[in-house]
């Protein structure tokens, strides 16, 4: 196979593992950017950060099942099948969350 194959599979990984964490890490970065200096739409950017987030995970899971189903390998094998799932239920923890902070950014109604 040669140093190029393992090396290009290393690299492929390294990307979709940045692309990860670059999900995760780009709506917290924006609410807090906008919420310390005040701006009145930062939990409509950490709401709509998530929503896109939960979206993608939901996505990469089914993905990973109808691999399996078709009995391709995964690259993690079946260590995959049980965090895609559990992924996906913290993004969505997390606009469930961030839905709750834009509903009550003003406040409780009078």
Excluded: C, H, K
Excluded at 3 to 16: E, H, I, K, N
Excluded at 44 to 54: D, E, F, V
Excluded at 82 to 97: I, N
């Amino acid at each position: 196979m040669g140093l190029f194959g393992p090396l290009s599979r290393l690299q492929s990984r390294v990307v979709r593992f940045t692309w990860s964490w670059a999900i995760v890490f780009v709506p917290i970065e924006t609410y807090l950017v906008s919420l310390r200096r005040g701006r009145p739409y930062a939990e409509g950017l950490l709401a709509t950060g998530w929503a896109w987030t939960t979206a993608v995970f939901w996505r990469a899971t089914n993905l990973r099942y109808e691999i399996a189903r078709d009995g391709e390998p995964l690259d993690f094998r079946s260590l995959e099948l049980w965090l895609a799932p559990v992924f996906t239920l913290m993004a969505g923890a997390a606009l469930a969350g961030s839905v709750v902070l834009l509903l009550n950014r003003d406040g409780p109604a009078a």
